[in-house]
């Protein structure tokens, strides 16, 4: 099939949205068709449009629908738009929703959501990971956590290092931080940060090979984000074999599970820095949060996602 792919992403951007499209394109060319990726439709005749956001791709969505009623579409549904637009602006969204053939959506609990009429057309494909090399984490005197995620308001970016500051003086826990400041503001907040914070190291936005260097010696990885739409992230981590501490948010939770170990309440970095305390000082509990990513792995590989992709392409045929 000829299949053309919307993101709102620009084509420099190395954000979540832009990572998605780029892995979908690459996982559909794999599987035989010709995909082409494009920050907005293009007017052109495709056997498939997929378009990721029902929000910020509503033009695109529409203006298809307009030149061909007919036209095969696949809306993905961003974090965004269950999170907040759904909300601000739900007769935007909403008649994306309802154009889609299809809804796209990245963890379990967005059904929860929608309004039920549009369940049918719901989809859950689990973004994939490739596998890190097992080997053991260097032996190093910090017990490193990362952090992996530009710093913006939905993120929470600043959580693990306000825990870390609860943590006693015995403890060797130290954090790296990998994202981009999306302005001025958040960059000076991360560097001053980094500057009263011994444990707290900002590395700003770093290539991808060394985000999974990072991964591969870390210990944990904290995502304590207020909402999530499925983060690629906690893929990356469960494929390198790295623990995870999260927030308690459906987003989080629709990924890793009701009965996951590792969660803290949203914005509680008092419960954060036991849980990191813990994670470093008790080793059941660590091997328990390890058992756990093991096991949640098996559905985040890109043979797992490919079979949904396949599954749900197979309507359009």
Request: aromatic share 8%.
């Amino acid at each position: 099939m000829k299949i053309n792919l919307v993101t709102p992403a620009k084509k420099n951007d190395r954000n979540g949205n832009r990572t998605s499209a780029l892995r979908w394109a690459k996982l559909l060319q794999q599987l035989g068709h010709k995909v082409q990726v494009e920050s907005e439709y293009n007017n052109e005749a495709v056997d498939l449009l997929i378009v990721l956001h029902a929000f910020r791709s509503a033009q695109s969505i529409e203006r298809y629908k307009l030149l061909y009623p007919h036209g095969p579409l696949v809306v993905a549904l961003g974090g965004t738009d269950i999170n907040t637009y759904l909300k601000t602006d739900p007769e935007v969204t909403l008649k994306s929703i309802h154009l889609a053939d299809t809804l796209v959506c990245l963890h379990d609990l967005i059904a929860h959501e929608l309004p039920t009429e549009y369940l049918p057309k719901l989809h859950v494909i689990y973004q994939s990971a490739g596998a890190l090399s097992q080997q053991k984490k260097p032996r190093i005197r910090t017990f490193d956590v990362c952090v992996i995620g530009n710093l913006r308001p939905e993120k929470d970016p600043f959580r693990t290092v306000i825990a870390s500051q609860l943590l006693p003086i015995e403890s060797r826990i130290r954090v790296v931080h990998l994202g981009k400041a999306i302005n001025s503001k958040w960059q000076q907040e991360a560097l001053k940060f980094a500057q009263n914070s011994p444990r707290y190291y900002w590395r700003g936005e770093v290539p991808k090979w060394q985000v999974r260097q990072e991964l591969s010696r870390t210990r944990i990885m904290v995502i304590s984000s207020n909402q999530e739409g499925g983060a690629n992230v906690i893929s990356e981590a469960l494929m390198a074999g790295v623990p995870i501490i999260a927030s308690k948010i459906s987003g989080n939770v629709g990924l890793l599970g009701a009965d996951y170990p590792g969660y803290f309440e949203l914005g509680n970095e008092k419960a954060l820095a036991e849980l990191l305390y813990r994670a470093e000082t008790d080793p059941v509990f660590l091997s328990l949060l390890e058992r756990s990513c093991v096991r949640l792995a098996l559905k985040f590989t890109a043979e797992f996602e490919s079979l949904a992709w396949q599954s749900l392409l197979n309507q359009f045929r």
